[in-house]
């Protein structure tokens, strides 16, 4: 008859150890799953228009190209949620401004506007 040392409740102390690692390795898919998750749904926010600006201002806190606007020109820039601007030049050019986020830096920003959650803060 095997020694009960090491039983517990017919189950060993190897099994429960066992068991244990799986349940962790799950918990670790999940969280990978749903990081790719909000990842995904931070890529296709970030793709949206935030903002439509039509002006002929020098001023403007991303702006290293006053001659777009010098002698009265008009520009129109168009802010994305991933960051991008996209300026639109009164010949029909397009200038990019801003940092685009990726990443873990897009899902927090998407967190952070949309009230997105996580299933366990992982990120």
């Known amino acids: ?3 009960k ?3 517990f409740f017919g189950i060993t ?3 429960k150890f066992k068991q244990g690692a799986i349940i962790n390795s799950m918990s670790e898919y999940k969280q990978q799953v749903e990081r790719q ?3 995904l749904e931070a890529e296709a926010w970030s793709k949206a228009v935030k903002d439509i600006h039509v ?3 020098s001023s403007m806190w991303y702006d290293n190209r006053p001659q777009d606007t010098a002698d009265g020109k008009s520009v129109t820039d168009v802010a994305y ?3 991008r601007i996209e300026r639109t030049l009164d010949n029909g050019k397009k200038v990019y401004f801003g940092e685009v986020l990726t990443g873990d830096d897009l899902i927090q920003a998407y967190q952070k506007k949309t009230g997105a959650t ?3 803060d992982s990120i």
């Open 1 to 3: 008859m095997p020694s």
């Open 118 to 120: 996580v299933l366990n």
């Open 13 to 15: 102390i190897v099994d």
């Open 55 to 57: 002006h002929s201002l």
């Open 37 to 39: 998750r909000l990842l």
């Open 5 to 7: 040392r090491g039983h």
């Open 81 to 83: 949620n991933s960051g």
